[in-house]
């Protein structure tokens, strides 16, 4: 857990699965990020706009009733918000070399909540952001 005094980095989770949203949410939050949330693209769009302190987003690909993947909206988001880091996570989805914007981080699900964490770090220090 990250230490009262310290800054919260924020950032945001794409995660269309109420239980992986919860589950995902908490371990972020434990491991001492500020933690904004979306179930769709749209909203995941919206907050981005809306909140310049986001860091980092995290997003699921399989987004269930949505016409983009993870993907897209990883690339989107790249394109729009180069400074914005991006960890995409799937279960059912190996990416394609062509299918991750640059400087992006896969992880594969399931993954252990001190994983998603560890990953969300390791994105962040590669462009020299830290807790």
């Known amino acids: 857990m990250a230490d009262a005094f310290t800054p919260r980095l924020a950032m945001l989770l794409v995660e269309d699965d109420p239980l992986q949203l919860i589950d995902a949410s908490a371990a972020l939050r434990e491991a001492g990020f500020e933690v904004a949330e979306a179930s769709t693209i749209d909203a995941a769009q919206a907050h981005l706009a809306a909140r310049p302190e986001l860091v980092a987003m995290v997003a ?4 269930a009733g949505e016409p983009l993947s993870g993907f897209t909206l990883a690339k989107a988001v790249a394109a729009r ?5 991006i960890l995409i996570v799937s279960g059912v989805e190996w990416p394609g070399e062509e299918q991750m914007p640059m400087g992006a981080r896969f992880l594969r699900k399931p993954y252990a909540p001190k ?5 969300l770090r ?3 220090a590669a462009r020299g952001i830290g807790l």
């Open 122 to 124: 390791a994105v962040l």
């Open 81 to 85: 918000w180069p400074e914005i880091a």
């Open 60 to 63: 699921d690909v399989d987004l």
């Open 115 to 119: 994983g998603l964490a560890e990953a």
